[in-house]
């Protein structure tokens, strides 16, 4: 073959690949349903508080700060059995009090205290680790020996990817992010009181067995929010947690 020959066989070459390049269709984006929200290692910080509890308020603005921390989720979960406590001659009912967080207030203290006698502030860290919902202190020690969780969640509008060994019941929380209420009765008459990421109901959407596997969400009421996480059975240890996505 000649000198002048191999040059026009290696231009033709290099404009047949330039054209193939131009050919070439752009990435497209991600499909509808693509994970918006991964967690894995996050804890689940639950604080067992009330409306009604003078001691309250400093624990709400605990958990206030650490609904900012990327390596939590957080729930207010609101007790009712401030509700039929008078202070003053007064008493306060708790907009966002429910016997079904109660219960699991007691369960977890029948779980780690051995009793269903309960208070308030209670933080639980993990479902490992219950404490005084005030103390910052207790809340950093918790979180320092507390392993992380083992499971990976990844969140996508209307639904839920789990992964990662352990097995346990996956929990689906409505809330409210934040909310302001002005109270008329009972220890706190005349506050203004600040909830973050409000518990305003819970129901379980199945349980995982360690094969990765896809669930449905419900469908969020306007001005709700939702958490995610997976406990094993009897109140134990939560093998991952993660909030809904656009949170907050």
Same mark, same amino acid.
């Given at each position: ?42 804890? &689940? #910080?639950?604080?067992?508080? @009330?409306?009604?509890? +003078? ?7 605990? $958990?206030? =700060? /650490? ?85 990976? &969640? #990844?969140?996508?509008?209307? @639904?839920?990817?789990? +992964? ?7 929990? $689906?929380? =409505? /809330? ?73």
């Amino acid at each position: 073959m000649s000198r002048s020959l191999s040059l026009s066989a290696i231009l033709a070459l290099a404009v047949l690949a330039s054209l193939s390049l131009m050919a070439a269709p752009a990435k497209s984006e991600p499909p509808q349903g693509t994970p918006q929200d991964t967690a894995q290692g996050r804890q &689940l #910080a639950e604080l067992f508080t @009330s409306q009604g509890c +003078s001691s309250c308020p400093p624990a709400e603005a605990l $958990f206030a =700060r /650490l609904a900012q921390d990327p390596d939590l989720v957080t729930i207010e979960w609101h007790v009712d059995y401030w509700d039929q406590l008078r202070y003053g001659g007064s008493r306060w009912q708790d907009p966002f009090s429910s016997p079904d967080f109660t219960a699991r207030q007691r369960a977890y203290n029948k779980a780690l205290r051995g009793t269903a006698s309960v208070y308030t502030p209670q933080a639980v860290l993990g479902g490992k680790a219950e404490f005084v919902g005030s103390r910052a202190g207790d809340m950093k020690a918790a979180r320092a020996r507390t392993a992380a969780p083992s499971l990976r &969640l #990844a969140t996508c509008p209307g @639904s839920l990817s789990v +992964s990662g060994e352990g097995r346990g019941d996956i929990y $689906f929380v =409505r /809330l409210l992010t934040q909310h302001e209420t002005k109270v008329r009765g009972g220890e706190n008459k005349g506050r203004q009181l600040n909830g973050r990421n409000v518990a305003l109901g819970m129901e379980k959407l199945g349980q995982y067995s360690g094969t990765p596997d896809n669930y449905a969400l419900p469908v969020l009421k306007p001005g709700e929010s939702c958490a995610l996480f997976v406990q094993e059975p009897g109140h134990g240890a939560i093998l991952g947690a993660a909030y809904c996505p656009a949170y907050p």
